[in-house]
């Protein structure tokens, strides 16, 4: 004959603690991603070339030579088909006070993000929204700084 145990039945312990523990997982899990969703990256994301549109002309990157990126504080990256767009548009979130976290440019010649403080830009025909600059290293002869690149976009 079996004896009455004095403890609760399994059962109901049983389903109570996974229910439980699922949740802590799952609130754990939420936690994490909003913690680490909206810092800013470290590095230049990745483009989907022809499908990715330019924040601030809406055209498409379909160039990669002229592409360049820049991440705002909250993690937001914003994408642009023209070193210009990035120019102009950086200057409206400057106006607005929002805070930038970094600048990337593609190399003009080569399969190659260059972050904004190694970047120089040399004119050039045939950029996307037609401001005529491509990034380059800096000490590229006949380049200019980002300063200079900048000041003669918003001069347009």
């Excluded at 009455?4 to 109570?16: M, V």
């Excluded at 805070?99 to 972050?115: M, N, Q, S, T, V």
């Excluded at 045939?126 to 000041?151: F, H, K, R």
């Amino acid at each position: 004959m079996r004896s009455k145990a004095p403890y609760p039945s399994r059962r109901a312990g049983f389903s109570a603690s996974p229910m439980l523990l699922l949740g802590l997982v799952l609130l754990g899990v939420i936690a994490f991603v909003l913690a680490t969703n909206n810092k800013a990256v470290d590095g230049p994301k990745p483009v989907i070339w022809d499908k990715t549109p330019c924040i601030f002309c809406a055209m498409h990157l379909g160039d990669p030579r002229f592409a360049a990126q820049m991440t705002i504080e909250d993690g937001t990256t914003y994408f642009y088909d023209d070193p210009g767009c990035l120019f102009l548009h950086e200057k409206q979130l400057q106006i607005d006070g929002t805070p930038i976290h970094a600048r990337w440019f593609r190399e003009l010649d080569k399969d190659h993000w260059l972050a904004a403080e190694e970047a120089a830009f040399l004119r050039t025909d045939g950029s996307p929204m037609d401001y005529g600059l491509g990034a380059v290293p800096i000490g590229t002869p006949d380049s200019i700084g980002l300063p200079e690149a900048t000041a003669e976009v918003l001069s347009k």
